[in-house]
């Protein structure tokens, strides 16, 4: 994520929790609540959590290698079983 233009806040996805009674609103980082329903505090109560990002396209990657990796290594193995059943 860029963060080199000053003049543009970024806007995060996440969760707002009133950290004087854990009270939790889903919304965006900037639109901080006015007060907690829960306790009553005023905004600066809460605190803002991103949300984690799930990566889809990270996963595709792992299983093509995992795949390269499972063919050479039957490869291998075979050809070792082979010969040694032949010798004997
Ligand atoms: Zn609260």
Redesign the pocket.
């Known amino acids: 994520m860029a963060m080199s233009r000053a003049g543009e806040p970024q806007v995060l996805e996440g969760e707002w929790e009133?950290m004087?009674?854990?009270?939790i609103e889903e919304g965006s980082s900037n639109r901080r609540p006015k007060a907690?329903p829960?306790?009553?505090?005023s905004g600066e109560?809460f605190e803002f959590f991103e949300y984690e990002e799930v990566d889809d396209l990270d996963d595709d990657d792992l299983y093509d290698d995992d795949d390269d990796d499972d063919d050479s290594w039957d490869d291998d193995t075979d050809d070792e079983v082979d010969g040694d059943d032949w010798d004997a």
């Open positions: 009133c004087d009674c854990g009270y907690c829960e306790c009553n505090s109560a």
